[in-house]
C-alpha cells in the first residue's frame, strides 16, 4: 500500500489500531500537512467486506461541525480501502482521565459529546476524541451502534 501512494502521501509511523482499521501519521506531499490515514485492515475485507467502513467514510465526509474532524480524501490504494483526516497533535480523553482526576464543566460537556435536545444520539468512545489545545476537543471517529 506504501508505495501505491507514495506520490501522494509518506506515511511516517503508526498511530494506533482498532478492530476495523489501523491509523498512521503521514505526511501529505501535496498539501506539505501532516495528516491521519486510516487504512482498513485487509484480512477484515476479506471476511466482513468494506461496507462498514465505506458508511463510515461517507458519514464522515458528510458531516460539518468545528469538533467533528473533516475528511481530506479518501479511495483504494493497491486494494487497500482509506481515507485521510487532520492530525491532531495532543491526547485523547482516555489519557486526558488516566492523568488528571476531574475535569472541569466546559471540558466533560465536550468530552460526553456535547450538550443539547437534537444532537444524534451515537457512542463515541473517550479513545476516539482528541483533546488538541487548551480545552479543544475534536471527534475522530464515529461508531455505528
Same mark, same amino acid.
Given at each position: ?32 500537512? %501532516? ?10 475485507? #476479506? /471476511? !466482513? *467486506? @468494506? ?44 489519557? %486526558? ?10 471540558? #466533560? /460537556? !465536550? *468530552? @460526553? ?33
Amino acid at each position: 500500500m506504501t508505495s501505491a501512494l507514495t506520490d501522494r502521501y509518506r506515511i511516517e509511523r503508526q498511530l494506533g489500531a482498532g478492530g476495523m482499521a489501523t491509523v498512521f501519521l503521514a505526511h501529505d506531499l501535496k498539501h506539505d500537512r %501532516k495528516v491521519a490515514l486510516k487504512v482498513l485492515k485487509p484480512e477484515l475485507a #476479506a /471476511v !466482513l *467486506g @468494506a461496507e462498514r467502513f465505506i458508511v463510515e467514510i461517507k458519514t464522515t465526509a458528510s458531516l460539518s461541525h468545528p469538533h467533528i474532524l473533516p475528511l481530506f480524501d479518501s479511495g483504494t490504494a493497491d486494494g487497500f480501502l482509506f481515507y485521510v483526516m487532520p492530525y491532531i497533535q495532543g491526547e485523547t480523553i482516555r489519557e %486526558k482521565l488516566t492523568r488528571e482526576t476531574q475535569f472541569g464543566v466546559d471540558e #466533560a /460537556v !465536550l *468530552g @460526553a459529546g456535547g450538550a443539547g435536545p437534537n444532537r444524534e444520539r451515537r457512542p463515541l468512545r473517550l479513545g476516539n476524541r482528541r483533546s488538541a489545545s487548551g480545552s479543544t476537543v475534536r471527534v475522530m471517529k464515529l461508531v455505528a451502534s
